[in-house]
């Protein structure tokens, strides 16, 4: 099993499990302070349906990959892991400027879903947080199983990582529930969004390369540089196992053309320092002044 890939999947579905983890744990919480315990099922149903249908989704397209000729194959692999890094990458962003207020806000919403009697509207609530984060996840696993340099194992060691952090989100989800502290929210929604935003840049660079393979690209085709007798992407040796791990993880490899190795280059200059950046006082106020307004 790769290592790098079971890491990359490992990564992915611990940090978007969590964000859905926490979503559903804040509403059964609120429920059970307000003596709303009764509703329970009805958020374990909109989740489960969410879950069933992100799971439906991702078989469906890794299916319809598997099953197509080539090159048509290797351009809709690299379609699949543009959009998951497009995708990836947003999500990221909305999460970090709403993570503030996402209590305040689903407390509201569980309000007016009890006050006026569409007790239902909870399974609806429920369901559009999770399937926000499910379809996430399964483009963005997607785009790594379609990257990993071994189809079988690849997607093994993809989808196998991807069910450890996704059961180590539940973990987390429920000890959130029970009121304990289990990690520092920020801190791991901070670091862990970097990481994402290194892989979705290996998913980006790895996309731009098999459209040149394809004959799709064709400037900056040139070899910009060969690391392969330092630090090859494949082969036998701890350079090798080093290399393949970080391809695996991030996308490297030892003999980048220009255009994909710029690619990578201007995602992570451009992208992770907008990510980490500290949010300003108006982003971070802005949701509760709109709050305000709304029912002045």
């Not at 990836?88 to 569980?110: C, D, G, P, Q």
């Not at 030892?254 to 201007?266: A, D, K, M, R």
């Not at 992208?271 to 002045?296: C, D, F, I, M």
């Amino acid at each position: 099993m790769e290592f790098g890939a079971l890491t990359s999947g490992l990564l992915t579905g611990l940090r978007e499990g969590v964000e859905a983890a926490l979503i559903v744990a804040i509403i059964l919480a609120y429920l059970d302070r307000t003596g709303n315990r009764r509703y329970f099922r009805r958020v374990w149903l909109g989740a489960a349906a969410a879950v069933t249908l992100s799971l439906g989704i991702g078989v469906t397209l890794w299916l319809t990959i598997g099953g197509l000729p080539e090159p048509t194959e290797q351009v809709f692999e690299a379609a699949a892991m543009l959009l998951a890094a497009a995708v990836v990458t947003w999500m990221l962003f909305w999460m970090r400027r709403v993570a503030a207020n996402m209590r305040v806000e689903l407390h509201a919403k569980v309000d007016r879903s009890l006050t006026e009697a569409s007790v239902w509207g909870l399974s609806v609530l429920a369901f559009t947080a999770v399937i926000r984060e499910g379809i996430e996840t399964s483009l963005f696993l997607l785009g790594q199983v379609a990257a990993a340099s071994s189809a079988e194992s690849g997607a093994a060691a993809v989808l196998g990582g991807a069910s450890i952090g996704l059961l180590a989100a539940v973990g987390i989800g429920y000890g959130f529930y029970r009121g304990a502290q289990v990690i520092n929210l920020r801190t791991f929604f901070r670091w862990t969004g970097a990481a994402l935003i290194l892989i979705a840049a290996g998913l980006l660079s790895h996309a731009v390369h098999e459209l040149v393979a394809v004959g799709t690209i064709t400037v900056g085709t040139e070899i910009a540089f060969d690391l392969s007798g330092i630090l090859p992407h494949a082969g036998e040796g701890p350079a090798a196992l080093v290399g393949s791990l970080l391809r695996a993880m991030f996308g490297y490899t030892s003999q980048p053309e220009w255009v994909t190795f710029l690619t990578w280059l201007g995602y992570i200059v451009v992208v992770l320092p907008l990510y980490l950046r500290p949010l300003r006082p108006a982003e971070a106020a802005s949701r509760p002044a709109e709050q305000t307004t709304a029912k002045a």
